[in-house]
Nanobody, 123 residues
Framework: QVQLVESGGGLVQAGESLRLSCAASERTFSDYGMGWFRQAPGKEREFVAAISWRNGVTYYSDSVKGRFAISRDNAKNTVYLQMNSLKPEDTAVYYC????????????????WGQGTQVTVSS
């Protein structure tokens, strides 16, 4: 069982930045593809970014490409999401997720999820 704990959310103004962190309990963290997803009120959970377990290749949704950056530190069992130039439409609960030896945009492929952290961007 992998436990994931997100942190770093908060209230910011449009144009500002935040960095989310997700700490994993799993000692074999490096075997997990990691993803960030978000869910706004009344909307379905959507893919934001993912990073490969194998080679660190990253993937982004079109809505955040060029503004957000996902990274991982396997020594710290932590994945990060650096969010720059935030917009009001980025407001959502952000979740990290882990998939064993898989890197994917598909929500259903992820085995473990964190509890989420709220990001609110005011205009």
């Amino acid at each position: 069982q992998v436990q994931l704990v997100e942190s770093g959310g908060g209230l910011v103004q449009a144009g500002e930045s935040l960095r989310l962190s997700c700490a994993a309990s799993e000692r074999t963290f490096s075997d997990y593809g990691m993803g960030w997803f978000r869910q706004a009120p009344g909307k379905e959970r959507e893919f934001v970014a993912a990073i490969s377990w194998r080679n660190g290749v990253t993937y982004y949704s079109d809505s955040v490409k060029g503004r957000f950056a996902i990274s991982r530190d396997n020594a710290k069992n932590t994945v990060y999401l650096q969010m720059n130039s935030l917009k009001p439409e980025d407001t959502a609960v952000y979740y990290c997720a882990a998939a064993y030896r898989v890197t994917t945009r598909n929500t259903n492929a992820y085995d473990y999820w964190g509890q989420g952290t709220q990001v609110t961007v005011s205009s």
